[in-house]
């Protein structure tokens, strides 16, 4: 590592494993209670035993648990900790490329498969959501992409195109119909994803395991694995706490956050900060002004803006960076700024919450499903796009794992080429502090 690569890495929270509590988040003031587990009090031997409780994770345990499966679940944190309880809600189909895009990386077995079943994330989360009975104030408006420049105005057209042949519903908005659904002249094409909706996050995960929890599953919290070693054909994952876990199988859902666990998983994803910045709710007079229609919406931008309200009424603006200790100050101003550029005409806002979470990124910007060794197994990066997809992933692997058929849209890689972290790292990090300081200039 070279010092210049030491000196970002300690500036990036997750690194120096200080990312903000789970609780500076916006979603933790309506996410209602806490989910409350037992404690791992002695040592444990099950079938499969699922690694971090996030979206992934849960959706992989709640079928494990539907199966009838002997497994357990181990969350280093509180469930929601990582990425799932600190996002924009904001549940998409497949990912970002476009389907042409996605056939070309994982020709045309696989393409068509992630195209196809991807797509209809939405709706399996819809599903989850209906069969388990989680309130998380799931609004059906659809999900707004909105082109910054025009060259992203001719892609998100092409795209459009491309979606409606395979008879997906998606639509251009320009004009005055884009101006009354946001409030600001900043934009002047957009891409309407009907399919797409949005959550308030923390409450879906906290849904997710205490739909686990009635159906009788083992989640436990507060639990990190250190090591994962074989013995015989069997996995024995230490915790911190001293009580080792014996299993046949490992799913490892651990995604951005896998840290030292298992290098084949850690290495395949470039890590990388992604905020949000949330202001006091507004009263109604502002929220009349500010995406007035009440959709939430995300930009072209390789490093994107996200705007969208929570269930009180806080509008959430966030993007991709990595926060030091004493960032609040200036992701406030920057959230100023964001807001001076799109709504001109409008007041400075009072701030409640700043926080960040870390999402995986991977050199070919689509999800990979790993199995380094015999008995383990996981999807990783989602590229900051993955509600709908680790819903689906999740389900997927825990199928896969009991030798269940399945319709797979990815292939199953020993060993994903490394993601080349220091420079591409350094660079990603500088560049996103840089648009973040000249956002005005774009
Ligand atoms: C600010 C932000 C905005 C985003 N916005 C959106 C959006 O609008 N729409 C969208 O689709 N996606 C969005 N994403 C991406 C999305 O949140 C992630 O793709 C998704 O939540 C990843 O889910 P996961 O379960 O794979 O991983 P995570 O939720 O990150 O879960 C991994 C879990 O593993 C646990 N863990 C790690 N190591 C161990 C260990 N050793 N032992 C035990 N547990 C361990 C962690 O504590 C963590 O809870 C956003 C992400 C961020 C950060």
Redesign the pocket.
């Known amino acids: 590592m070279s010092i210049f690569s030491g000196l970002l890495n300690a500036q990036r929270s997750h690194f120096a494993g200080k990312e903000n509590a789970l609780a500076s988040s916006m979603w933790f003031a309506t996410a209602g209670e806490s989910v409350v587990t037992k404690p791992l009090n002695s040592s444990a031997n099950v079938d499969v035993l699922v690694?971090?409780?996030?979206?992934?994770?849960?959706t992989a345990m709640l079928q494990l648990t539907k199966l009838g499966v002997d497994a357990m679940l181990?969350?280093?944190?509180e469930?929601?900790?990582?990425?799932?309880?600190?996002?924009?809600?904001?549940?998409?189909p497949g990912q970002f490329l476009g389907p042409d895009e996605i056939r070309a990386i994982l020709g045309v077995e696989y393409g068509d498969i992630f195209v196809d079943e991807l797509s209809k994330g939405p709706d399996l989360v819809k599903e989850i959501l209906i069969e388990h009975d989680i309130n998380c104030y799931a609004d059906f408006r659809p999900v707004i992409r909105a082109a910054h420049d025009t060259k992203t105005a001719q892609m998100l057209h092409r795209q459009v195109k491309l979606w409606s042949d395979l008879g997906q519903p998606v639509e251009i908005l320009e004009g005055n119909k884009l101006f009354e659904i946001t409030g600001s002249q900043r934009w002047k094409t957009a891409l309407m994803d009907y399919r797409g909706f949005t959550i308030q996050?923390l409450a879906y995960v906290r849904g997710l395991a205490n739909a686990v929890l009635r159906k009788g599953g083992q989640l436990y919290q507060n639990?990190?694995?250190?090591s994962l070693s074989r013995e015989g054909a069997d996995w024995i994952v230490s915790t911190v706490e001293g009580h080792p876990i014996r299993a046949k199988k490992v799913i490892m859902?651990?995604?951005?956050?896998?840290?030292s666990?298992h290098p084949a998983f850690a290495q395949a994803l470039v890590t990388c900060?992604?905020?949000?910045v949330a202001t006091c709710p507004l009263d109604k007079k502002l929220r009349g002004l500010i995406l007035p229609s009440g959709h939430s919406l995300?930009d072209t931008h390789k490093i994107p803006l996200?705007l969208r309200y929570d269930p009180e009424g806080r509008l959430m603006i966030?993007s991709l960076g990595n926060l030091s200790d004493d960032s609040r100050r200036s992701i406030e101003a920057w959230g100023k700024r964001v807001l001076k550029r799109l709504w001109p005409q409008l007041p400075a806002p009072q701030w409640s919450h700043v926080w960040?979470?870390?999402?995986?990124l991977t050199n070919h910007h689509l999800p990979r499903l790993l199995s380094p060794e015999d008995g383990l197994i996981g999807?990783?990066g989602?590229n900051?796009?993955?509600?709908?997809?680790?819903s689906y992933f999740?389900r997927m692997v825990a199928d896969i794992t009991m030798g269940r058929k399945v319709a797979r849209p990815l292939p199953i890689e020993k060993q994903a080429p490394r993601a080349f972290k220091g420079p591409q790292q350094d660079g990603l990090d500088l560049a996103m502090r840089l648009y973040r300081n000249t956002f005005l200039l774009d």
């Not at 859902?253 to 840290?259: K, Q, V």
């Not at 900051?384 to 680790?390: C, F, K, S």
Request: aromatic fraction near 8%; charge should be positive.
């Open positions: 690694i971090g409780g996030g979206i992934n994770g849960l181990i969350e280093a944190g469930f929601g900790e990582g990425a799932s309880g600190r996002n924009a809600g904001m549940v998409n996050p639990v990190r694995a250190t859902a651990t995604n951005a956050y896998t840290g666990l900060g992604a905020f949000g995300y996200f966030g960040q979470g870390t999402i995986g999807t990783i989602c900051g796009r993955g509600i709908a997809a680790n999740g």
